[in-house]
T-cell receptor, first 113, second 115 residues
Framework: NAGVTQTPKFQVLKTGQSMTLQCAQD?????MSWYRQDPGMGLRLIHY???????DQGEVPNGYNVSRSTTEDFPLRLLSAAPSQTSVYFC????????????FGPGTRLTVT | AQKITQTQPGMFVQEKEAVTLDCTYD???????LFWYKQPSSGEMIFLIY??????QNATEGRYSLNFQKARKSANLVISASQLGDSAMYFC????????????FGAGTRLFVKA
């Protein structure tokens, strides 16, 4: 049982490049979400999904796309990276939307130059 | 709109003493959950404790307890008998039970435990 895994751990992009941050969980959790963490701030919700085929926007969705084709995977796509997207990205999952504990992945540190 | 406020950017505590980390919240939801997470310097997010808005008793988990005062909209974390390993960032978070169960986080409090 690996829990929530994220790849890559570190990434450097040039402005305008695109990439996908991967997130997978093996706990059969329905609820998955993406957060970003900037210095001096808590985590901010980017997008979330309450199950395969269903996604919705969080607090800061602009510049990011998501899809949820399977229960296990919830990739986050940056279509055209900008320096403002330099951040640490966390993926999290929970059994269902009302479950009181979210399990977090180890994070991806992204730098956009 | 939901909001979490943590007014203490940094706190110091002597080893073996208790410390309270403040958290106030604002929400229009009748039913909601309050959480605390620990983030050590290694960066992972560790779930500590949960309090439901309808729970009558304050939550406790080992050395962690949540001092929930609903009328004041506060959910302070109390750590008893602090240990050096408690030095970390601590985040208060809230999840409303409407609108997709989104979780919002406060800005965090950095706790330093002194030997």
């Amino acid at each position: 049982n690996a829990g929530v895994t994220q790849t890559p751990k570190f990434q450097v992009l040039k402005t305008g490049q695109s990439m996908t941050l991967q997130c997978a969980q093996d706990m059969n959790h329905e609820y998955m979400s993406w957060y970003r963490q900037d210095p001096g701030m808590g985590l901010r919700l980017i997008h979330y999904s309450v199950g395969a085929g269903i996604t919705d926007q969080g607090e800061v969705p602009n510049g990011y796309n998501v899809s949820r084709s399977t229960t296990e995977d919830f990739p986050l796509r940056l279509l055209s990276a900008a320096p403002s997207q330099t951040s640490v990205y966390f993926c999290a999952s929970s059994y269902d939307p009302s479950a009181y504990e979210q399990y977090f992945g180890p994070g991806t540190r992204l730098t956009v130059t | 709109a939901q909001k979490i406020t943590q007014t203490q950017p940094g706190m110091f505590v002597q080893e073996k003493e208790a410390v309270t980390l403040d958290c106030t919240y604002d929400t229009s939801d009748q039913s909601y959950g309050l959480f605390w997470y620990k983030q050590p310097s290694s960066g992972e997010m560790i779930f500590l404790i949960y309090q439901g808005s309808y729970d009558e008793q304050n939550a406790t988990e080992g050395r962690y307890s949540l001092n929930f005062q609903k009328a004041r909209k506060s959910a302070n974390l109390v750590i008893s008998a602090s240990q050096l390993g408690d030095s970390a960032m601590y985040f208060c978070a809230m999840r409303g039970n409407t609108g997709g169960f989104k979780t919002i986080f406060g800005a965090g409090t950095r706790l330093f435990v002194k030997a």
